[in-house]
DNA sequence: TATAAGAATGACAACGTTGTCTTAACCGGT
DNA sequence: ACCGGTTAAGACAACGTTGTCATTCTTATA
């Protein structure tokens, strides 16, 4: 900046004027200026500017997914990088693999080149540590799973509801005995489908067969096995309900194996491409993780402009996806 | 850092010596410096930091991808975030969607924030505005595709010795009429690809129809519709291959839709999830996409570690995996 | 013509760190 | 008691910017 202020023959600081586009530069100057950047093809510093600015912003945020490659991970990614993007903000990306130490160390690793908000897919259920990095100003946005000991703003689907719409569907197609495959009870989405399996049965006075449940599967081979059991009960299930991406392509695999594909109702949580080629396509409770990080990215950039009011809880409902894996009758 | 160095009587340049682990602190000032960071809840400002120190490095680097949520590109930075965050550098990603002004504004934003390195799927095909930049000291490597006017590392597949090898397996079977499907020609590796096609039918003295041939596709639907077309000339093509994963799900949708799935061939470019369970599953030349994004990580940490040698280019070789689809016989 | 008000520009300090250099304290050997 | 050498610690400047304030110049008005 010193060599393209001295080119031009003005102070450093109508540099930064020119730069900033602060108005009060003569159109004579502003050019020559301009014409200097070209010259020397300067680039701003703007790890230096943030530290200098008052407000500090650095212009980037963070964002804590569970792995970066999974779809849902990725579609959210993609949408909150197109707010971001439409305001010059970048986006530093991180997979914490569920894992909770993991989680920490990306944050903190966010957190000390300052970024100016973080977007937290959560792994662990304490977010105390947050507290003085909230104090700091650090804006902040739960996205898909609530943050614990932290009252913060998130954005959330309604997963049982999602989950409960999706049992009621198979009930109503006249299956009473539906099996029921779900993830680590320790992530919240997981826990709450559950329930929701629970509730909906309950509430249409079903009795639930402890047998028919599988939990804490992780993975497409888990839950192919864990389907497998489960089908070979006596009476077996007339139906599966899969809570997420990987345990539904999971079972799916299992009946194609047990050649019941046609003849067991299948019903997942969570849409995922070619669903609808499959042999008969997979009927799903779909989110729309698109929708989910554009809410969050906006959210936070509301904070980001200085809105101070109480944190807020957005909840996005989910659509039954009927495609004719759900519709199989007992 | 002045406070904790107030706090535990000391001066600023000590503490900067404890949390910089050089050695000539002495323990007891040391874990006075320690238990004033602890106590102010102090974090380190790698911004500042980075501005002051010599290497100036910030710990962090850039990557840009087609599309953070597309398969190919999210597994990639998958690979690249585990061989980065060892070294406790960040990931910085952003989308081209294949627009060379995207791809120059996205890569101007990294070097804004001096990033150490780049890594690159290139959408553009003149990449000597990098020439500067890479005189100022920034690491980069070329991913997937090459780069135009400029001797930088790559990584590549071999895109025509895939191609040629899923088009021989299709000759094997006893085809003689193959389609293609091809995405945009602008794109290096689909020309490659589209070479590899007429190269190796050239090769085995087959003839080339161009009726044979569509080009320029981009997405399922397109390819849905071009396979549509290419199934009704005559005489129809008795096996179609597939340039990329899209591509391949719009050609198997069409071949579905005709109910030719059991008859016509297909093999697809690009391995995708599910392809195993579709109805033959799909034959495919799968790329390795984590190993792609490894090799690229690697290659730029051997650069960022002062590695000073010539430009590198390595070229990974792609699998065919046989799977059905690819064996259907005239 | 004198003067106030406003606009354009620059000098300088400061953001939070680390590199360099200096000083102080201590050691063992004569 | 003195020396040279080593080690620990601090003072100060600097990284590349921007905020603040002072200065100069212009213009409109009394």
């Not at 999706?166 to 779900?182: N, S, T, W």
């Not at 609808?276 to 969050?296: H, N, S």
């Amino acid at each position: 900046m010193r060599e393209v202020a001295a080119l031009a023959g003005v102070s450093l600081k109508t540099v930064s004027r020119v730069i900033n586009g602060e108005p009060a530069v003569s159109a004579e100057l502003a050019s020559r200026v301009r014409a200097a950047i070209e010259r020397l093809d300067y680039r701003h510093n703007r790890a230096a500017s943030s530290l200098r600015r008052s407000d500090g912003k650095s212009a980037a945020i963070g964002l804590l997914l569970e792995d970066v490659a999974n779809p849902f991970s990725s579609a959210l990614h993609r949408e909150i990088e197109n707010v971001a993007l439409r305001r010059g903000v970048l986006v530093f990306a991180g997979s914490s693999d569920e894992d909770a130490a993991r989680e920490r160390s990306l944050i903190a690793e966010f957190t000390s080149r300052r970024v100016d908000g973080l977007i937290i897919v959560p792994a662990s259920h304490d977010h105390s540590y947050l507290l003085n990095e909230r104090r700091a100003g650090t804006a902040m946005v739960f996205v898909d799973r609530p943050a614990g000991f932290l009252d913060v703003d998130t954005v959330l689907t309604d997963n049982e509801g999602g989950t409960r719409e999706g049992i009621a569907h198979l009930i109503a197609q006249g299956h009473r005995r539906i099996g029921y495959l779900g993830d680590l009870q320790t992530i919240a989405t997981a826990a709450w489908r559950y329930r929701g399996y629970m509730n909906e049965l309950a509430a249409q006075r079903l009795e639930a067969d402890p047998r028919l449940v599988r939990l804490n599967l992780r993975g497409i081979e888990k839950a192919e096995i864990a389907a497998g059991e489960l089908l070979s009960t006596s009476p077996p299930p007339t139906a599966l309900f899969a809570g997420q991406n990987l345990l539904t392509i999971g079972a799916y695999r299992a009946l194609r194996k047990l050649n019941l594909h046609k003849r067991i109702a299948l019903v997942g949580f969570d849409d995922f491409l070619l669903a609808d080629l499959l042999e008969p396509a997979i009927t799903v409770v779909a989110q729309d993780a698109g929708a989910l990080g554009r809410a969050a990215a906006e959210q936070l950039f509301r904070r980001l402009d200085g809105d101070r009011s109480p944190s807020v809880h957005e909840v996005l409902s989910n659509r039954l996806i009927t495609r004719g894996s759900g519709e199989v009758r007992p």
